[in-house]
């Protein structure tokens, strides 16, 4: 966790950059510009979540299905968002369809396209994961990756949180971007200029987005270059194949 800071720690570093005197505990305080802070950081924490599927916030979801099942399932407590072309059907080894419109799901009903020939697709309904054919073939090992709304967490417990409980709560994002965020919310709920902070959030969460997975390797005509999932050549171990 060193690379992560305490909501304190954040607040403070925000409020000496908009010219207040940093507090012993920001979270604890009674001055309302302390206040108006920690929940400005409740609601950067929020934001940040739906502008990014940062991969600290990266969760996997699994089920398989079973006898008597009707197809939906709950979702989990702290899904946000699902991340686009993770779903598989591990049991065939293919890709799930979707996420189905109302329309496609209404045609495959009217259809009555129920079979064992059609591979499993879904939609995301009343906080649903939905999955057609219904009922669906018994034994499919369905997997998809989300994003959780929990972005902060206890201290020593580590349980995750989705809203600032107290000063020690650890913050799950870059402290700069976390900074620079706070700072050009602050500025704009007190109604005074935040072009410049807004400019420098801006400018930190383009960097920190680009960062926040590896780049992919550019081949300029070096076939040697990067790594082959499948390959003749590179696929094949040194020794003991063909046995």
């Known amino acids: 966790m060193a690379r992560f800071e305490t909501a304190n720690v954040i607040i403070n570093r925000a409020a000496l950059q ?26 950067v924490g929020q934001e940040l979540i739906e ?55 209404a045609y495959l009903e009217g259809r009555d396209l129920v079979s064992q020939s059609i591979y499993a697709s879904f939609r995301l309904v009343d906080a649903k994961f939905s999955i057609y054919p219904q009922p669906p073939p ?36 870059e402290p700069v971007l976390a900074v620079k965020f706070l700072k050009a919310q602050f500025l704009e709920a007190k109604g005074f200029d935040s072009t410049s902070a807004r400019a420098e959030f801006e400018n930190m969460f383009l960097s920190r987005t680009g960062k926040d997975v590896g780049a992919e390797i550019i081949n300029a005509g070096n076939r040697g270059a990067g790594i082959p999932f499948l390959n003749g050549f590179y696929s094949v171990p040194d020794t003991g194949y063909g046995l």
């Open 51 to 105: 502008m990014h599927p940062w991969q600290v916030l990266e969760k996997s979801f699994s089920l398989t299905t079973q006898v008597g099942d009707d197809g939906n399932y709950d979702l989990p407590d702290d899904f946000c968002y699902m991340i686009d072309q993770t779903g598989w059907d591990r049991t065939n080894r293919v890709r799930i369809g979707g996420p189905l419109s109302p329309q496609d799901w």
């Open 138 to 173: 018994v034994g499919l090992e369905i997997n998809f990756k989300y994003i959780n709304r929990n972005w902060c967490q206890a201290t020593g417990t580590l349980e995750p949180q989705d809203t600032i409980q107290q000063g020690s709560d650890i913050v799950l994002y």
């Open 18 to 43: 908009v010219g207040l005197v940093p507090s012993a505990d920001p979270v604890a305080s009674v001055d309302e510009s302390y206040i108006q802070l920690t929940g400005l950081l409740n609601s």
